[in-house]
């Protein structure tokens, strides 16, 4: 399996400055020859700048979003359902990070409902899972569903923080989400960054980087080591 490279941009950048992102990271791309067929790297805007992403049609580069909505569609203001999301050509969606459980008061049930979401509409979910509560998290997802995620693990204290959890820690507890979900991709997130990426692609199926995506030096840095 390729490894998977998730860049959440999470509320950051507007049209203006995810114009300029995209313009310089197509122009390195090109420039250094990177063959970025070799990974699956996803881009997660904030909805308002999809249009900006795709836009861009940058080779070998997919589109994410952040978050959906528990409903289908109809009268939930303010949501962003699946069937808005139809036909723009988004193929992953990160449902459940530890911002909106947190900020949001997402609950297990709402994430659960956001993997179906996601599932029913062709969408790979990419459920994010802490360190403390990882079975109650796991367990809320109908099993059969959960064999259709993606995991990211993503520990609390290491998220924004440049306290990465080392990769040896990380191991057993990618062996735990694997006990919970069956033997689906898992990522690990977390203050991951061109030094350590390496590290965390030898023993997880890819990476959700924050904070190292948002400057184009510092994701091609993490993109080349990766490749
Ligand atoms: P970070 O964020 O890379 O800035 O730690 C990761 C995430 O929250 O997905």
């Not at 992102?21 to 904030?46: H, M, N, R, Y």
Request: proline share 5%; charged share 25%; with cysteine.
């Amino acid at each position: 399996m390729k490894k998977l490279i998730i860049a959440n941009w999470k509320s950051n950048k507007n049209i203006e400055t995810a114009e300029k992102w995209l313009g310089e990271f197509s122009e390195q791309v090109e420039l250094f020859s990177l063959d970025l067929s070799k990974l699956t790297v996803v881009i997660a805007p904030p909805s308002p700048l999809l249009a900006t992403v795709f836009d861009a049609q940058i080779e070998h580069v997919l589109v994410g979003v952040q978050d959906l909505s528990p409903f289908s569609s109809g009268s939930y203001t303010g949501a962003v359902s699946v069937r808005n999301l139809q036909g723009l050509g988004v193929e992953y969606a990160i449902v459940g990070h530890s911002e909106r459980r947190r900020h949001f008061s997402e609950s297990h049930a709402d994430v659960a409902n956001k993997v179906v979401q996601a599932i029913d509409a062709g969408i790979t979910p990419v459920v994010c899972i802490d360190d403390e509560y990882l079975t109650e998290q796991a367990r809320a997802i109908d099993p059969e569903a959960r064999k259709k995620c993606v995991v990211a693990y993503e520990p609390l204290e290491a998220i924004g923080s440049g306290d990465f959890q080392p990769p040896a820690e990380v191991e057993p507890i990618v062996a735990r989400i694997k006990d919970e979900f069956g033997n689906v991709p898992v990522i690990y997130g977390g203050s991951v960054d061109e030094e350590n990426v390496s590290d965390y692609l030898k023993i997880a199926d890819g990476v959700l980087v924050g904070g190292a995506s948002l400057k184009v030096k510092s994701f091609m840095g993490l993109i080349e080591q990766a490749l």
